[in-house]
């Protein structure tokens, strides 16, 4: 009966390691006051709180991730954490994860269609209180229309089209991002 117990706690132990090993990474995080705003060319309203993100926890970040912005919200079932993807716009990207460290669901705000290759996009993103996520996209759109004939650049009319769209998205009690 003992040595059951003393391999039933083993395992136990192995099993949790990773866990609380999880757990040591998001508890040295810093924790985000939401209203948090991204536009196109990154961070407003909020606090510079970026940090590398330590070797031994890199197995966590998504891949291309270089820093992370903080620990969005965190209960007992779930972790929310923003990671910050650098170059000419830092990217957020919103990773969640199980109490374990299991990655459960990410969103990388600022992908575009190829579609809008060419347009004028402006995309602002709102992390708010209660795991709400909102996405507003302008969108402005040039066509030249020329008259009959050759296409002649000072005859051309310049047309300007925008359009906006507002998403909002939920993290809900399992971890999952979805669109509203």
């Known amino acids: 009966m003992k040595k059951l117990v003393a391999v039933f706690g083993l395992v136990f132990m192995m099993g949790c390691s990773g866990g609380n090993e999880f757990k040591k990474f998001s508890n040295a995080l810093p924790s985000l006051e939401t209203p948090v705003r991204f536009n196109n060319s990154g961070v407003i309203r909020q606090p510079e709180s970026r940090v590398s993100i ?26 929310g954490i923003v990671y910050l993807r650098t170059g000419d716009v830092n990217t957020p990207v919103l990773v969640t994860y199980s109490a374990e460290g299991t990655k459960l669901d990410s969103v990388n705000f600022f992908t575009y269609d190829d579609d809008l290759q060419g347009a004028d996009v402006k995309r602002l993103v709102t992390f708010l209180p209660d795991r709400k996520i909102q996405t507003i996209d302008s969108v402005l759109i040039w066509t030249e229309i020329f008259s009959e004939g050759e296409p002649d650049i000072t005859e051309a009319t310049r047309i300007q089209q925008l359009s906006m769209d507002t998403v909002l998205r939920t993290i809900d009690a399992n971890g999952k991002i979805t669109k509203q």
């Open 54 to 79: 330590p070797a031994e926890f890199k197995k966590y970040a998504p891949q291309g991730a270089d820093l992370l912005l903080g620990k969005l919200y965190e209960d007992e079932r779930t972790t």
